[in-house]
């Protein structure tokens, strides 16, 4: 029942910007949220984290985008926000969404574990 819905990418010039949100819901089931965030992933390349942020506020960034980007949530809406500044053509990506999760469904508990977005493409070009 837990899906993750993303908001479109886009192609944006160097040193443009561009935010992104993705939303949890579990239609028919209640869950708690532990973190969220956003990894990337380039043709031929690993997937990597690019920001992550827990339930509590606490942020983490890859190196790479420090000072770049940001990331937050409004917690009523369970939606997580990257807001990504002094875009790089290296930040050319799809961008997927993850939730770290448990829930119930019904009196069942399932534990924590990730859950993906489909991937958004985000695009740097001039």
């Known amino acids: 029942q837990v899906q993750l819905v993303e908001s479109r990418g886009g192609l944006v010039q160097p040193g443009g910007s561009l935010r992104l949100s993705c939303a949890a819901s579990?239609?028919?089931?209640?869950?708690?949220?532990?973190?969220m965030g956003w990894f990337r992933q380039a043709p031929g390349q690993q997937r990597e984290l690019v920001a992550a942020?827990?339930?509590?506020?606490?942020?983490n960034y890859a190196d790479s985008v420090k000072d770049r980007f940001s990331i937050s949530r409004d917690n009523a809406k369970n939606t997580v926000y990257l807001e990504m500044n002094s875009l790089k053509p290296e930040d050319t990506a799809i961008y997927y969404c993850?939730?770290?999760?448990?829930?119930?469904?019904?009196?069942?508990?399932?534990?924590?574990?990730?859950?993906w977005g489909q991937g958004t493409q985000v695009t740097v070009s001039s």
């Open positions: 993850n939730a770290d999760l448990s829930y119930y469904e019904g009196r069942v508990h399932y534990t924590r574990r990730a859950y």
């Open positions: 579990a239609s028919g089931s209640v869950f708690t949220i532990w973190a």
């Open positions: 942020i827990t339930s509590g506020g606490s942020t």
